[in-house]
């Protein structure tokens, strides 16, 4: 059975890791090809200055794109997400490596599952306090949730 959770926690994380993978890259690829865009009309605009006014807000409604699409990265924290998924992940494949390698030692399979989901439960309450302490930091760049008013520094 302890198999069975461990089994089941690894495949719900490595899911989830390939989707903050696959989100991570997408932003990362779109966001340049965007700002590729951006100074290609730049340059179009140098040439043909008869269309400069068109071409000069559709350089600023692609900068607004760019600017939606990194506060969506910021806001979700697909990078830091999916680089936290692969430390849990191997942190679980551990767990079961170990588990495995104990059973055809002869030890007792209550002890081994009782350790083991000891362990579990030790990694993912981890997982969601390192979770918790992402979201409440800036990543870099300064992108994300704002952090929470506290009332310091305030002027009355």
């Given at each position: ?53 068109w071409l000069g807000l559709a350089s600023t409604g692609v900068a607004g794109v760019i600017g ?59 997982d969601a306090s390192s979770w918790g302490s992402l979201t409440r930091t800036q990543p870099a ?16």
């Amino acid at each position: 059975m302890t198999k069975h959770y461990l089994w089941h926690y690894g495949k719900e994380i490595a899911h989830t890791r390939e989707l903050t993978k696959k989100y991570a890259r997408r932003t990362t690829v779109g966001i340049a090809a965007l700002n590729g865009i951006i100074a290609m009309l730049g340059v179009t605009i140098a040439i043909w200055p008869a269309r400069a006014t068109w071409l000069g807000l559709a350089s600023t409604g692609v900068a607004g794109v760019i600017g939606v699409i990194t506060a969506w990265s910021g806001l979700f924290r697909h990078q830091d997400l999916w680089q936290q998924r692969s430390l849990i992940l191997a942190e679980l494949q551990r767990i079961t490596r170990n588990a495995e390698r104990r059973e055809p030692a002869g030890e007792d399979r209550q002890v081994i599952a009782r350790e083991a989901m000891e362990q579990l439960d030790s990694a993912l309450g981890q997982d969601a306090s390192s979770w918790g302490s992402l979201t409440r930091t800036q990543p870099a760049g300064g992108q994300g949730r704002p952090p929470a008013a506290t009332g310091e520094g305030t002027q009355e």
